[in-house]
């Protein structure tokens, strides 16, 4: 394989807008990460995609149908391009779909980035090198889907926007080899591929109406897990859903207004390691506050059971909790073809709590870790992602970037924070020898490579609010690679890990035992309600004003934050920096 490259000029090209920038990803972050690199004038930007279209977990190919999201219409989208409201927004709320996201997705491919995405090419490694002069390189090996061409392609910055929802993780004993070993006759898939393998589970489990009809296992009791029983139920099949644990959610009798929706409200009731205003300090550092968080985010919980008609004695009341876990949907206004519609009618049958352990000898059963039989003619798993970096980075490269986990300094750094709110926090399984914590500053750049200003993350920060906040990142990480005076970073390495390690302290007393569930790539940082409070933060690094949506101290909480709010963030950077160039 011979290195190809885009330039030849072997000096330091570290802030310069003629370098090659690589954007790993056509997801929503790498979208709007090279745009936003682009519009501040980077000519040399080039996204690479395995998929055949742009949008990520939204591509064509992997929006599987039944796919629902946990936005609404004016939630999930950029600045620089209006999205059209769902056909159907009046009976859900303005819910929006998988097909919505894919269409939005690839209408702003369409507008801003022709010719940028280099489409079916699978990054296989990404390695950094450093010559003589410590002039880094980044060498990215991809192979060509429908060829198998692999080629080494060379980049002076890359900005790695994986996500974590692309990597299937599938348990050794339910795997579709483990399924084959034990001769089990039907399909085995992950959800990640219901979209591409629908006719084969179609046709091996045969409808209700046939002589001999079929049944579907779905394993696993997260979003994907329900969208696929609602679909299949609602194509008259037979379907089951085994879980230990179902996701928390909201509901509402009606579609909530905007400022309850998409205030400040709930963020202010989830507490942030700084707590910036009166109001939150009341809340989080008072026992009276505390009193009332717990109270409202109780009796959130309780009314959406009571929204959906969720029976005292469902397994689905076995949910997490909505103020500690991150394992939560948001199911608005409920709908008669919905998943906790089906369930009530019967038409989805819940095997809970109980945990699939391996297929029977028989080529047609699961077998529960309780001693259950299930008969089954095809099993999904709705079993999660693993990390999207495990795979395209070497030991070496990890340990130069600093992208591994490393271990707490020390068990007071756990609970140094003495928000009354996080008292009586479910037990934790960490321990002082198995805690570990990422080393991500801001979940943007590794800490250790700070300084470099070669290498950045964008989507790996967990937050309900993904387009705002990934947006904001580009913005972040564009003034990063610029080398903006007015950025505010840590003034050493030392600084920069001692600021992730607390982030990761702080983390772990937050969301007991969340860390353990989702994946790296998309544990960089964890801004679940909190997301106006991390993304007000990544202004002030900018030095640019904050909490945006305005409102005086009795109605801030409730103002609507928009989009609008943001859009001239590339002009209020360049306008400070052309003040600093004057100065």
Known sequence: MQPVT????????????DCRICVVGAGAAGLITAYTLIQDGFDNVQILSRDASPGGVWAAQRVYPGLTI????????????????????????????????????????????????????????????????????WH???????????QVLIYDKVVLCTGGCSEPKIPHLLSPTAASDAG???????????RAQLEQILTAAQPKTEDNPGFVLVIGGGKSAQDICAYLANRNRRVGMVFETADAFVAAPIALPGFIRKSRFLAVLSPDMNLRTRLERFLHNTWLGSKIVHGIWSVLQW???GALSVPGNSPLRRAHSLFWGIRTNDEGVGRPDGFHALVNAGKIELIAPARAA???????????????????????????????????????????????????????????????SLCGAPASKYTVTNTRTS?????????????????????????????YTFELCAHWISSYFLEDPFLRLPTSIGEALQATERRSAWLRKRYPDMLAWVNQSYSSDIAFWSWPQLTDQLLE???????????????????????KEIESLGQERAAKRLQYRTA
């Open 6 to 17: 885009g330039r030849t000029s072997p000096e330091p090209v570290a802030h310069r807008r």
């Open 439 to 467: 080393s991500i500053y801001r979940g943007i750049v590794p800490a250790r490579n700070i300084f470099y200003r070669d290498f950045a993350i964008n989507g790996a920060i967990f937050t309900t609010n993904n387009g």
């Open 303 to 305: 009314s959406s059971f």
């Open 184 to 194: 089990f006759i039907g399909p085995v898939l992950h959800s990640s591929q219901f």
């Open 70 to 137: 946990n936005n609404v219409h004016g939630e999930f989208r950029f600045s620089p391009l209006p999205m059209p409201p769902p056909s159907n927004a009046e009976v859900t709320g303005g819910r929006l779909s998988g097909e919505d996201m894919r269409q939005y997705m690839e209408s702003f491919a369409e507008h801003f980035l022709k010719g940028k995405i280099r489409y079916e090419t699978e990054v296989l490694e990404i390695r950094v090198q450093s010559d003589d002069q410590q002039c880094r390189q």
């Open 541 to 563: 690094d900018m030095g640019l004003p904050s909490m945006r949506s305005g409102g005086n101290w009795l109605t801030w909480p409730f103002k609507v934050i928009d989009l």
């Open 358 to 420: 391996s297929y029977g000898a028989d080529g047609h059963s699961v077998v529960l870790n309780d001693g259950r039989v299930v008969e089954a003619d095809a099993v999904i798993l709705c079993t999660g992602y693993t990390s999207s970096w495990d795979k395209v980075f070497d030991k070496v490269t990890v340990e130069e970037l600093g992208l591994s986990q490393q271990n707490l300094v020390s068990v007071s750094s756990l609970t140094t924070f003495g928000h009354a």
């Open 140 to 150: 990215i090996t991809v192979e060509d889907a429908r060829s198998r061409e692999q």
